[in-house]
């Protein structure tokens, strides 16, 4: 009876999440206090404040940290600055996983920043795991409607037991709701934050065409405003724990408002280049968590009519190649 009392105590407490989350003023994470360095001796950096950190990619290795604690749902964010410059090849993630505990069976919910040659802008991608369901995939990827080379952007994930979003600058950008036949795709373990830099010189930029190239690193990745606002696991009980502080926060979240949605689906319709809703080479029909926007498949239909209009491929030579054309707008977000 009192596991069953807790588990509706932490159930009621994220409720209020299913229909979105406008960003709180939510308490900061120091590093010392939430989170332990994963890999890359002194590529890794703590400021005196001991709340930024900053992450280098050079010759020898990446970087990365990772939360001290296991959570089961919560809010997660970090305001990020990306190298800048040439930056092909390299890969900055912000994302939640239990790999490490996991190996056949892991959940992931993923933000991988993708960089790009120089003149080209960083892409984002997003994507979510669940039960080791790696064989599906669910990216999606965009690009900016701001560089994010020049200054902090915040970047968040909510997780609750129904729904996954994701926001840049607190204006929700993804929204994955959980469907009954999704089963065990859906992330439903325990898992812990990670941010890291590597090198992902074999897929990040075109597919591997353009690999990272050290004769300008260091690249170096900024990260302030680490926030860590769930229900930490306890190792041993295996069930989470919500102090009353982050109750009362989660309680006071505003649902998505019809401004952020609005914002939300202009972002989608501008800076949308990917998903996998719409990639008709991969799934014949759209997964069941799938929400098809009939404005968004005919603009990727336009964008890619091989990937999201099912036309098959042409050969093409060196003399004849097709032309994409751009995906543009006059629309602010």
């Not at 890359?40 to 050079?58: A, E, I, M, P, Q």
């Not at 999201?308 to 050969?315: A, C, D, L, V, W």
Request: some cysteine.
């Amino acid at each position: 009876m009192e596991i069953l009392s807790r588990l509706l105590v932490f159930m009621s407490l994220f409720s209020g999440l299913v229909s979105g989350f406008a960003l709180l003023d939510l308490p900061i994470t120091s590093f010392e206090e939430g989170y332990t360095q994963l890999f890359g001796d002194k590529n890794l950096f703590v400021h005196k404040d001991g709340k930024s950190v900053r992450l280098t990619l050079d010759e020898r290795t990446g970087s990365g940290f990772v939360s001290n604690d296991l959570y089961l749902h919560g809010f997660f964010s970090a305001s990020i600055k990306l190298p800048s410059d040439y930056s092909a090849g390299v890969v900055v993630a912000f994302y939640m996983s239990n790999g490490d505990m996991y190996e056949k069976n892991h959940d992931e919910i993923d933000f991988e920043f993708l960089g790009n040659i120089r003149g080209k802008e960083w892409r984002i991608q997003t994507n979510i795991y669940g039960n080791g369901s790696t064989h599906l995939g669910r990216e999606e990827r965009y690009n900016l409607w701001f560089d994010p080379t020049e200054d902090f952007h915040q970047y968040s994930i909510l997780w609750s037991d129904s729904h996954i979003i994701f926001f840049v600058d607190n204006v929700p950008i993804r929204e994955v709701k959980r469907t009954a036949s999704m089963g065990g795709d859906f992330p439903s373990k325990p898992m812990s934050l990670y941010t890291t830099i590597w090198d992902g010189s074999k897929w990040a930029t075109n597919g591997g065409k353009y690999g990272v190239n050290y004769k300008y690193a260091p690249y170096i990745a900024r990260f302030s405003d680490l926030v860590l606002h769930g229900c930490p696991v306890d190792p041993i009980e295996q069930f989470p724990r919500c102090d009353e502080g982050a109750a009362e926060d989660i309680r006071a979240a505003q649902e998505i408002t019809p401004s952020q949605r609005s914002k939300m689906d202009v972002f989608r319709r501008k800076h949308m280049t990917y998903s996998y809703c719409y990639d008709r080479t991969r799934y014949k029909v759209a997964l069941s968590e799938c929400v098809v926007n009939p404005a968004e498949a005919q603009r990727l239909r336009v964008y890619d009519p091989v990937t999201f209009g099912g036309i098959p491929r042409r050969h093409r030579n060196g003399k004849h190649r097709s032309k994409r054309s751009r995906v543009d707008g006059t629309e602010s977000i």
